[in-house]
């Protein structure tokens, strides 16, 4: 590639050359823009850091990689129900908490729901990426998923230094 699109691809791979090592690399800005984001005391840098955080979550559903966009949603689903549970103890806000869980289990299900229809197919690449997720719809699933097992197993047999370079079976 040259440039920010390798070629023949409509997914940014920045400069990194690659669309899932940029959805990386954004996913450690998000963490770390969220931690300023929400920690630091003066009111600028809370805005820089929500700014960082919203545009690096733009990049990331640019790079349409499906393991990225799961991997952010899994997180912030648990950062949700973790703050409803031991966050807060105001009514007002657990139901806030409550109706953002709803949301962020309903749009998902909605857009899995809807993945054939019309309105999904106008959407944006990455969008219509994550509702093609299914073991029917994308023969690697299966592949990384039997990848995942043979991972699982591997580290039960040698936990701690495992099997080294080329020899994973």
Request: no cysteine; net charge positive; charged share 15%.
């Amino acid at each position: 590639g040259s440039g920010v699109y390798e070629a023949g691809s409509i997914q940014p791979g920045s400069t990194l050359g690659n669309p899932a090592f940029n959805s990386t690399y954004v996913i450690f800005q998000m963490f770390f823009a969220a931690i300023v984001a929400w920690w630091d005391k003066n009111l600028w840098w809370k805005i820089y850091g929500a700014a960082l955080l919203i545009l690096n979550g733009l990049i990331l559903i640019l790079t349409a990689i499906r393991g990225g966009q799961v991997g952010v949603f899994v997180a912030l689903l648990v950062m949700v129900i973790l703050y409803a549970i031991y966050g807060t103890r105001s009514f007002k806000t657990k139901l806030a908490t409550a109706a953002v869980l709803l949301l962020l289990v309903v749009l998902p299900a909605g857009l899995f729901l809807a993945r054939d229809s019309a309105f999904i197919k106008k959407l944006p690449l990455a969008f219509q990426r994550i509702a093609t997720i299914s073991p029917e719809r994308d023969p690697t699933l299966h592949t990384r998923i039997s990848s995942l097992g043979i991972s699982w197993n591997a580290l039960k047999d040698k936990p701690l230094f495992g099997f080294g370079p080329e020899n994973f079976r």
